[in-house]
């Protein structure tokens, strides 16, 4: 990469940091945009078809996981804009801003995620949901067997992040919060599209697509992830929860060929 590409990237970087409140809401109102869409794009599955749905969701991601993937690999321009955002949220970022980006991250600690696993997979098996409680289990679990193996793949280390209010180990890259965060809700969401009244559909897909965006964002807040890796922890959860819904319907129709064209 020549001098003028990293120089590039890292004023972006800096411009990023200075600004990173409005690229936070710029990037909400994305994600709840893309969450309506797949929301819309639900209501016409009975002629487009659930794996056509899932097909939206996982594509894209796979792309933009290999892009960045890509650039990390290489040391790419991505880095130095991640390396120049560090270092501005380092120095910009207040204490008080730091407590609060400690309050969304809680959607992907381990012990909660944990719960909901237990909590939504029993709630399935007592209604007698055995498939759809199987790709629940296989969503989150799954996700983050993949992670873990993604993070020893790459073996980046995290940026440094010495104020105390959080401190992490182990590799940065994908996050493993932005990819679980995705993964639970977002199949989350599904069983609430599957097994849930109509009105009930919109206000999940949001509720995922808020949670996921934020809790993400709130790890680069925290100067314990680089932007790529909670960019690429987003796409790799993207990429297997599209995995699992098409594993999903592909065991159904197996079991039920009359739902064939559900």
């Known amino acids: 990469m020549t001098p003028r590409f990293s120089d590039t990237a890292s004023a972006l970087g800096a411009a990023a940091g200075q600004h ?29 078809g659930t794996r056509h749905w899932a097909l939206c ?107 105390g209010i959080v401190h992490e180990t182990g590799y940065s890259f994908p996050s493993g919060h932005a990819s679980g965060t995705l993964a639970a809700y977002g199949m989350l969401a599904y069983v609430v599209l599957r097994l849930a009244p109509p009105a009930w559909h919109m206000p999940a897909l949001l509720g995922a697509a808020w949670l996921a965006w934020t809790g993400a964002c709130s790890r680069v807040l925290l100067q314990v992830h680089y ?10 959860g993207s990429v297997w929860l599209g995995l699992c819904i098409l594993g999903l319907r592909h065991a159904q129709q197996r079991e039920r060929p009359m739902l064939l064209n559900q």
């Open 57 to 163: 969701c996982a594509l894209p991601a796979l792309a933009l996981f290999t892009l960045l993937a890509t650039q990390v690999a290489a040391g790419a321009s991505m880095t130095h804009f991640d390396a120049a955002l560090a270092r501005t949220l380092q120095v910009q970022a207040s204490a008080t801003l730091l407590y609060w980006a400690t309050v969304p991250t809680w959607a992907g600690d381990p012990p909660v995620v944990i719960a909901l696993v237990a909590a939504v997979g029993a709630w399935l098996l007592w209604r007698r949901e055995r498939l759809l409680a199987l790709a629940w289990v296989a969503a989150v679990v799954g996700n983050a067997l993949l992670n873990k193996g993604l993070k020893h793949l790459f073996e980046r280390a995290r940026p440094p992040h010495l104020h």
């Open 20 to 48: 990173a409140l409005v690229l936070w809401l710029l990037g909400l109102a994305l994600a709840l945009a893309l969450a309506s869409w797949l929301g819309a794009r639900w209501r016409q599955r009975r002629t487009l």
């Open 227 to 236: 932007a790529s890796d909670v960019l690429a922890g987003l796409a790799s």
